[in-house]
DNA sequence: TGAAATGTTGGGGCG
DNA sequence: ACGCCCCAACATTTC
């Protein structure tokens, strides 16, 4: 009578349907599965590993045990089945294609065995078969959000279960520290604390204090780094510790109360459509994470330059704002969303790297790792996917920190180097200037990797051989 | 959810 | 008073 739920990135007792629809149900053996196929970056699986413990925490705290094994999917379940006697396994579901067949095996599998097998909504706000316009997929984010928005009804969450009966037979768990996903020499990621409280609770926390402090601000604040204006939900949303549904209902009943700030809320609500899309993106283009959307681009020709692309990642390019975004990433695992823009911008137009060599830093450094809004947001950046930013829409970095840092507060915080710059200084190209503040050009900070009026012209020259092809 | 190049307009200085 | 020029400010187009 027991039933298996499957944890896998949806670490979380509320608005977790499968759970709940087993807590009804009967007893319940909690599961997290690592499966190898589904292991993202480093800073990831740290935060995951984190996560884990609160996880088991909670369930400890209603007497369930959390029964953590890695391996193969397929197998690993087959085992439980059977070491635990259970009748019935449930999930939520996943959209990226990996995962999607595993989840199909195993629902097959369980099936052919006499065993109940059922998947409920994952974590995004509607199914991707459900938003179709004549049958096919939107390809560009306005439509799509307002049809979504108009037409369709976001589900309502499922609460966290009163009570939840514990299975009698408990397999043995193996215990996740002997996963090595936290890195011990060096430990670059226990600094992550100071900013971040992974799990459940600290999701709660961080959106309480988001619609109490940040949310008026947010349409306009959510251009400014320094400003603290966005929700940083962010790594939450990645590993499931809030679901957008419940994301969705605790904007709305915000703004009820508070009218006055439909507006922003609006506009946050878009920034959770845009994941949306691209986890629907991924649904029906499975090909997203490694190949352009625009086949044209199949041809762009990048350049391969390992100096150039480890200058990027260290935050050694000698522009302060795109350096000072590279190095929050380094030390946060975090980066804010107009300064991706930037610092992705300038890797692929002004650097003329491949879209795909920034995709992979940052699904090894991100904590918000999201196979969909990471290669979705680097094809936009890109602009080869369906509906990017156009390849001429090229940063100018000097411009972008004027316009959105313009005390530079962001880039003295994150380059120390330049802390003694007032940003008069800063935006000055007079190197003397820069002298008599203490800051040596070449012996403290570098000079300029490449020059952005020529890497702007030879971006535009790269680009316009492709329209040449047929 | 750019930026640069190019075009237009209108106020003010000045002969 | 008038026309001319300069140029900032804004608008449009082009990449």
Known sequence: MTSIVLFRNDLRLDDHPALAHAAAL???????????????????????????????????????????????????????????????????????????????????????????????????????????????????????????????????????????????KVPPSEDPNDWNWEPRRPDWASPFLAYWQPGELGAAARLAEFLESRLADYASGRDYPAAEKVSRLSPHLAHGEI????????????????????????????????????????????????????????????????RLLGAWQRGQTGYPLVDAGMRELWQTGYLHNRVRMIVGSFLVKDLLLPWQAGEAWFW???LDADPANNSASWQWVAGCGTDAAPYFRIFNPYLQAEKFDADAQYQRRWLPELATLDAATLYSSDSGRWRDKGVVLGRDYLAPLVDHQLARDRALEAFATLKKQP
Not at 27 to 32: E, I, K
Request: with cysteine; aromatic share 12%.
């Open 364 to 366: 090894d450094t991100l």
């Open 243 to 306: 679901s957008p549904r419940r994301l969705w209902q605790r904007v709305q009943a915000h703004v009820e109360a508070q009218p006055e700030q439909r507006r922003a809320a609006d506009k946050f609500l878009q920034e959770l459509g845009w994941r949306e899309f691209s986890w629907h993106l991924l649904y029906h283009f499975p090909q997203l994470p490694h190949t352009p959307l625009r086949p044209e681009f199949a041809d762009f020709p990048w350049q391969e330059d390992e």
């Open 26 to 168: 009967g007893p319940v053996l909690p599961v997290f599965l690592s499966d190898p196929q589904d292991e993202r970056g480093a800073a990831y699986q740290w935060w995951q590993r984190q996560s884990l413990r609160v996880l088991a925490q909670r369930l400890g705290e209603r007497g369930l045990p959390l029964v953590c094994r890695r391996g193969e999917t397929l197998a690993l379940v087959s085992e439980l089945v059977q070491e635990s006697g259970a009748t019935a396994v449930y999930w939520n579901r996943r959209y990226a294609a990996p995962q999607r067949e595993i989840d199909g095996q195993l629902k097959e599998m369980l099936r052919v065995r006499g065993i109940t097998a059922e998947s409920f909504p994952g974590d995004i706000l509607i199914e991707p078969w459900k938003v179709l316009r004549d049958g096919q997929p939107y390809k560009v984010f306005s439509p799509f959000w307002k049809r979504l928005i108009r037409d369709m009804v976001v589900d309502a969450p499922w609460d966290i279960p009163n009570q939840i009966q514990a299975s009698e």
